[in-house]
């Protein structure tokens, strides 16, 4: 799979460098592992797994500094995605989730 790097993600003047893009092509879509430079004022040098899923962006920190280890967590991170969003289970965490289940589980 391409992987593309970007040193500054261009969003915007202010960001002047302070992030650090890798995108990885999944089949079509895009999962993008993002962290923050030394220039940011963020002390986090963990990667960002990102991708757009139904209309919405969803984040997950994936807990590693090494981008070869992310890149592994990211991917797998999103192959559960797919795999909920294909089962129908929601794919973000909703607090009124557990409400159902419990309601759903004590009527049982």
């Known amino acids: 799979m391409p992987i593309c ?4 993600d261009g969003r915007s003047a202010n960001s002047k460098g302070t992030t650090e893009w890798y ?5 079509g879509r895009v999962l993008s592992l993002w ?29 590693e500094e090494d981008i070869k280890k992310a890149r592994e967590i990211a991917k797998i991170w999103y192959g559960g995605l797919i795999s909920r969003h294909a ?21 049982r």
Request: charged share 30%.
């Open 87 to 107: 089962q129908g289970i929601p794919v973000e965490n909703d607090p009124k989730m557990f409400s159902q289940i419990a309601t759903t589980y004590l009527e």
């Open 35 to 63: 962290r923050w430079t030394d220039k940011a004022k963020s002390t986090s040098r963990n990667w960002q797994a990102r991708c757009h899923f139904d209309k919405k962006v969803i984040q997950k920190s994936t807990r």
């Open 23 to 27: 995108s990885i092509d999944m089949g």
């Open 5 to 8: 790097k970007k040193e500054n």
